[in-house]
């Protein structure tokens, strides 16, 4: 079981920034798929994006894609979500996760390992 922390949440206002980082343990990053999803309530887990161990990045194109970049720094084992010109649709708590080597990045299915969440809420 990979534990993995997530922090950077917080109540901004719509068009704000904030960057999420996500710490996992040593050499984590460099082997697993690493991917961040989200979660509003009622809503069903989203993808949001995914940083493979080799370095290509998925995102969710309809929702996020221009405004989220995410990114990695092996050396600290620490996944990076930085979101841009935020939206109150954005409101949800955001997981990072952790998945095998080749399984599909954007379904939840694949991950195995979680974080608690942290939550970020936008207002109008």
């Known amino acids: 079981q990979v534990q993995l922390v997530e922090s950077g949440g917080g109540l901004v206002q719509a068009g704000d920034s904030l960057r999420l980082s996500c710490a996992a343990p040593?050499?984590?990053?460099?082997?697993?798929?690493m991917g961040w999803f989200r979660q509003a309530p009622g809503k069903e887990r989203e993808f949001v994006a995914a940083v493979s161990r080799s370095g290509p990045v998925t995102y969710n194109a309809d929702s996020v894609q221009g405004r989220f970049t995410i990114s990695k720094d092996n050396a600290k084992s620490t996944v990076y979500l930085q979101m841009n010109n935020l939206k109150p649709e954005d409101t949800a708590v955001y997981y990072c996760?952790?998945?095998?080597?080749?399984?599909?990045?954007?379904?939840?299915?694949?991950?195995?390992?979680w974080g608690q969440g942290t939550q970020v809420t936008v207002s109008s």
């Open positions: 040593p050499r984590t990053v460099m082997w697993y798929t």
């Open positions: 996760a952790a998945a095998q080597p080749g399984a599909p990045a954007k379904l939840p299915t694949s991950y195995n390992n």
